[in-house]
T-cell receptor, first 115, second 118 residues
Framework: ETGVTQSPTHLIKTRGQQVTLRCSSQSGHNTVSWYQQALGQGPQFIFQYYREEENGRGNFPPRFSGLQFPNYSSELNVNALELDDSALYLC??????????????FGEGSRLTVL | AQKVTQAQTEISVVEKEDVTLDCVYETRDTTYYLFWYKQPPSGELVFLIRRNSFDEQNEISGRYSWNFQKSTSSFNFTITASQVVDSAVYFCALTCSYSGAGSYQLTFGKGTKLSVIP
């Protein structure tokens, strides 16, 4: 068990709706990142938050947004859902220092289905 | 640009056989980190190992071993005496010392699905 918990585990939405996914990081970790994993593919980096600020973003449109809270919990928000947003969304936390990513610990993910 | 290639999509072995999962990476950075993760059906990515680019020593952890060769840009993973519980999808991943404004963006391969048959 990694100490990273995500909710909800499964959810179904329809195209055009909005969704919020939540992540509780491992205690003491200062960094949280989010990944999208389509079926049969490797995870793709969405963005990373360090001390409540986004400090890195992958090739995802602005309708993917996030927040990191002082207690290092985090949210991923996706607006105007599209069918291709159907995927497993993984949250990872780590203790990052300058020049060292630390060990990234992943949660079990939230499986989103968009109809 | 970074890239990770796991050419083996699926591998099946009989229990107790040894199996090697291949990983080839591309990066222009001289400082980088390589990872292996295991993903069982539950979906959680289980951390197995992290290796930085300056440490080419091979590593052994129980039945697991890793062979890092910078000359061929490879970071292969061997499971000795495989067991049914080893059945999972295994991902190799790469990040450079800094990607963007200090973030560590992992680039994953497409994964290798390992099935260990009793």
């Amino acid at each position: 068990e990694t100490g990273v918990t995500q909710s909800p585990t499964h959810l179904i939405k329809t195209r055009g709706q909005q969704v919020t996914l939540r992540c509780s990081s491992q205690s003491g970790h200062n960094t949280v990142s989010w990944y999208q994993q389509a079926l049969g593919q490797g995870p793709q980096f969405i963005f990373q938050y360090y001390r409540e600020e986004e400090n890195g973003r992958g090739n995802f449109p602005p309708r993917f947004s996030g927040l990191q809270f002082p207690n290092y919990s985090s949210e991923l928000n996706v607006n105007a859902l599209e069918l291709d947003d159907s995927a497993l969304y993984l949250c990872a936390s780590s203790f990052m220092t300058s020049g060292n990513p630390g060990e990234l610990f992943f949660g079990e993910g939230s499986r989103l289905t968009v109809l | 640009a970074q890239k990770v290639t796991q050419a083996q999509t699926e591998i099946s072995v009989v229990e107790k056989e040894d199996v090697t999962l291949d990983c080839v990476y591309e990066t222009r950075d001289t400082t980088y980190y390589l990872f292996w993760y295991k993903q069982p059906p539950s979906g959680e990515l289980v951390f197995l190992i992290r290796r930085n680019s300056f440490d080419e020593q091979n590593e052994i952890s129980g039945r697991y071993s890793w062979n890092f060769q910078k000359s061929t840009s490879s970071f292969n993973f061997t499971i000795t005496a495989s067991q049914v519980v080893d059945s999972a999808v295994y991902f190799c991943a790469l990040t450079c010392s800094y990607s963007g404004a200090g973030s560590y963006q992992l680039t994953f391969g497409k994964g290798t699905k390992l099935s260990v048959i009793p």
